[in-house]
């Protein structure tokens, strides 16, 4: 119903772009996965992306690549459709979400990836000790800077997205596997 409703409210066709950029770097996620001899058992679609839950874990340096696979493909559809005027549009989507996943928090693709290095590199729970502060540091940077541009009178995109980020946070931990 919200797709729909925001469709028909999508004069400049932003909607199927922004759907285009989010299937291709779901589709990233989901190659990599197999690459590594990953399963994937559920996906589950929110309103801010969609969840894989595979059948088993996989290693701590395929999980950090298969979290970056899917921001890598956003930034190459970007650099592949940079120079055309016509895909201008489309090329600011794929660059917006793939910086976007690539923030130190644990609930996305740079926050996963960290926690996976910083686990390979130093243990667990250093890793988890870490992780947490970042987290929480950008969350926070985030809530502000959505606080200020809502109070400025201008979109509270920022804000939806800290909220999200808030009610998350009591699921931030790294990986739990080896």
Avoid at 5 to 18: G, T
Avoid at 120 to 139: E, N, P
């Amino acid at each position: 119903m919200l797709l729909a409703w925001l469709n028909y409210l999508d004069r400049d066709f932003l909607l199927p772009m922004a759907l285009a950029a989010c299937g291709a770097h779901e589709l990233g996620h989901l190659a990599a996965i197999r690459l590594f001899g990953g399963t994937v058992r559920r996906m589950r679609f929110t309103a801010v992306g969609a969840e894989l839950e595979l059948d088993r874990a996989l290693g701590y340096w395929q999980e950090g690549a298969s979290a970056l696979a899917g921001p890598g493909v956003n930034l190459l559809l970007a650099a592949a459709c940079c120079g055309s005027e016509r895909w201008v549009a489309f090329t600011g989507l794929n660059l917006a979400l793939a910086l976007f996943n690539l923030l130190p928090v644990g609930r996305l693709d740079g926050g996963r990836a960290l926690s996976c290095t910083l686990a390979l590199l130093a243990g667990q729970d250093w890793s988890d000790r870490l992780c947490i502060w970042l987290d929480r540091g950008c969350t926070a940077a985030i809530l502000g800077l959505g606080l200020f541009t809502a109070g400025l009178g201008g979109n509270i995109t920022l804000l939806a997205v800290a909220f999200w980020l808030l009610a998350g946070e009591k699921n931030i931990s790294g990986p739990k596997y080896k």
